[in-house]
């Protein structure tokens, strides 16, 4: 029956899936949360969010307390639950290979199928190589006791950490990959309160939906970078990258955002998404259309270095004994997540060539702590900035903005400030007494 709307399971409840059962519940789906990590689905079940993000909390509480919304670890009471399942579960860089691992996603597919008894469709989620939808179709249906009765769609997501309720509910675009009008007419019900806000949707194939994605995180990829080699042209010629990039956004067919210069892009996605995609592409046989990206990836991985060069010249050339500031761990603000973290890569490579490090960040210095316990961390940004040689600024955390100079000058040893995400004004700290550096704009002698 198309009518009635479809029963939801979203397997995988991590990141994206969390957010994706919580928001299809608040939409008035009823929804089954799967996951092999039973921790996490007690967790869940229980009202907690293992990561931060803004207002899931919340909205986890609300479709618990209203019943739509369960959790389970059982795969064989998900196939008997759902009409449409959503693969969720995460898709890595290997491990010493450029390629992603899309061990979980083969995993999740050849756990539920064998319990397909019925006509279901089963929509992929994760970011994954150009191909595996088509191959995956083929699995689900040997698999499947149900065969030829079960359909596999591809449906991208493109949310980001810290507005990821919001990207769900009021996505730019949704993008259905599928191989049959049933699979449209089924995701079209799964969506129907999204479609019904306004919601643009494309309908794709298989591969189409799977390259939409890798193609979107590569463009946004590009587009930093682009503005991070203008820096470096910038810092041989005396320019300002910042005014520059400035100039660049009044002109719409380019646009401002993510054209934000500064220590780079880093998380879960981007990096490990171009770099699959130009793995993918050379497997394919036409590694030479994206090897751009293999530049875009060099250029991002020198603005760290940069970076650590900047604070050893403000130090007069040496690192070793030197005690640093590091504002910031997580690899953007409004996220707790340290995967591919700019900052924590920095604030290494200093505490490497011998300094004194002291990190803090507002969400993610559990995560921090764990990961790195070589590093040691403070309570607030005046904290570790006591007796600093130099504070380095490497997430552009709200409450780093608001920082006042003359209150951290009388903290610190010494007024020396290396912005590494251009989120400060370089007159007002200049006006304090400070020396100001920051990648791509120049500074007075
Ligand atoms: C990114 C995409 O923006 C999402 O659309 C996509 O769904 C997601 O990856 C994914 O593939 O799951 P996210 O990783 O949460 O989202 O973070 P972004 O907001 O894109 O930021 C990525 C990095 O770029 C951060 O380290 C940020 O500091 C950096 N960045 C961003 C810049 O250096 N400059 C900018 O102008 C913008």
């Known amino acids: 029956d198309t009518a009635a709307p479809p029963r939801l399971t979203v397997i995988g409840t991590g990141y994206l899936g969390a957010t994706h059962a919580v928001c299809m519940a608040s939409l008035g789906f009823e929804v089954l949360g799967v996951d092999v990590d039973a921790d996490k689905i007690a967790k869940l079940a229980s009202g907690q969010v293992p990561f931060f993000e803004p207002g899931l909390p919340e909205l986890l509480a609300k479709t618990l307390e209203s019943g739509r919304l369960r959790f389970t670890t059982s795969y064989a009471e998900a196939a008997e639950f759902g009409d449409v399942h959503f693969i969720c579960v995460g898709t890595p860089q290997m491990p010493g290979s450029d390629a992603c691992d899309i061990s979980y996603v083969d995993a999740a597919v050849g756990a539920l199928a064998p319990h397909l008894t019925r006509r279901a469709l089963v929509v992929g989620k994760s970011t994954v190589p150009v191909g595996t939808a088509a191959r995956l179709t083929h699995t689900v249906r040997e698999l499947a006791p149900a065969g030829e009765e079960v359909e596999l769609a591809w449906n991208p997501e493109f949310l980001r950490e810290g507005y990821a309720v919001d990207d769900t509910l009021r996505p730019d675009r949704l993008v259905f ?78 646009g401002g955002r993510f054209l934000q210069p500064g220590l780079g892009f880093g998380g879960g996605c981007l990096p490990k998404d171009i770099r699959a995609f130009a793995h993918r592409a050379e497997e394919i046989g036409v590694g030479q259309a994206v090897s751009f990206l293999r530049e875009v990836d060099a250029i991002n991985r020198r603005r760290r270095s940069r970076t650590v060069d900047l604070v050893r010249e403000l130090l007069g050339g040496r690192l070793d004994g030197k005690r640093i500031a590091c504002l910031g761990a997580a690899f953007k603000p409004n996220s707790d997540d340290i995967r591919d973290a700019p900052a924590l890569d920095v604030a290494r490579t200093m505490h490497g060539l011998g300094a004194y490090v002291r990190v803090y960040d507002p969400a993610a210095l559990d995560n921090a702590r764990r990961a790195y316990p070589e590093l040691r961390y403070g309570s607030s940004a005046l904290d570790v900035a006591r007796d600093a040689d130099v504070v380095v600024l490497l997430t ?27 989120a400060l004004d370089p007159e007002v700290w200049r006006a304090a007494g400070w020396e100001y550096r920051a990648l791509g704009r120049s500074w007075p002698d």
């Open 396 to 422: 552009e955390w709200a409450e780093f903005r608001q920082i006042d100079p003359e209150a951290m000058a009388k903290v610190t040893a010494h007024r020396r400030i290396v912005d590494g995400r251009h």
């Open 177 to 254: 990959g599928v191989a049959s009008e049933w699979a449209r007419e089924r995701l079209t019900a799964a969506f129907r309160p999204v479609i019904d806000a306004g919601t643009p949707v494309v309908v794709t194939d298989l591969a189409t939906a799977e390259l939409v994605k890798v193609a979107a995180n590569s463009f946004l990829a590009t587009k930093i970078s682009y503005i991070n080699a203008m820096a470096e042209v910038c810092e041989a010629t005396g320019a300002d990258v910042s005014d520059l990039a400035a100039a660049l956004a009044h002109d719409d067919r380019i």
